[in-house]
């Protein structure tokens, strides 16, 4: 097995955007496109487990949520949808909604869809570039205009529409009720510095979310235990064989890559499916030091690299 340069694939959407630098060339597009969806090349490859995305917001997203592993076996499906969101860039004042304001009861989540309201008893809050947000399963969210986020999620398409804004997409009304969580979103849980290099963002069941930081002209190898996937956020570097630039993404499992790190350093974001990060991922190839003494603790800011530039506000628990 290689690293494989991930395919890309477009998504038009009516809340998309026709500007996708420098995220992708594909920005000059007759129509607006709201997701780019990286895939393997090799089509006859077995579908990965997660899905990531880029997503690109010029109109709000409708309301939604998405189904627990559970309910999406009771209608037939292999799981459910549990997801993260990275943010790559936002404009002033731009927003995303997670979880209610307050609890509600099933009959009164009804009635604020039935007149609108619900627009504003969900929870908005304004966002900046390098946020993170959980959003397990079950939990009722929106994605403003003015955003470029990566995602990463289960491999799911299921989502449940609450509303719309008047727009005639269709709306799953009774099964939204039956999976959403009634009330405010959990409470944050920190990023995480694991080395000097890596900031765990998330870690759920389903996968790990990191940011991985490697400082200019350094020589690194990258070992993928589990289906991983890489995008490249600033800087550049050859891995393996593929050069490597902001924009884009690749994928690997079971497979090992040294990295050679450019003059202006590389940022990646790094999604895997795991539940735990995984100790060994990167060794430094200049001291020859594995990172297996990983340090997972809460104290953001040991780090070198800038990590009061992450904040990490998400909705922990109930998978
Ligand atoms: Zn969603």
Redesign the pocket.
Known sequence: MTFEHADVRTSSKPWGSHDLRPWSRYGNSETAIGELRFDRPETHAPDPALLFKLLFTKQRLSI?V?PDDAFAHSMGMANG?T?AWYVLSAEDSAQVAIGLKRMLTQPQLRAAIADGSIADLVKWQTVAAGDVFF?PAGTI?AIGPGLVMAEIQQRSDT?FRLFDYGRSRELHIDQAVAVVDLGPAKPDKAATCLTAERMKLVSCDFFVLERIDLPPDANWELQAQRETWALVTAGDATIGSLRAGVGDAFFAEADRAVINVGPSGLTVLLAYADSAPQPGLLRDLDDGKPDFAIRESPQVGIASKKPDSVSLRSAEGHL
């Open positions: 939604q998405h949808k997801e959003i969210h989502t």
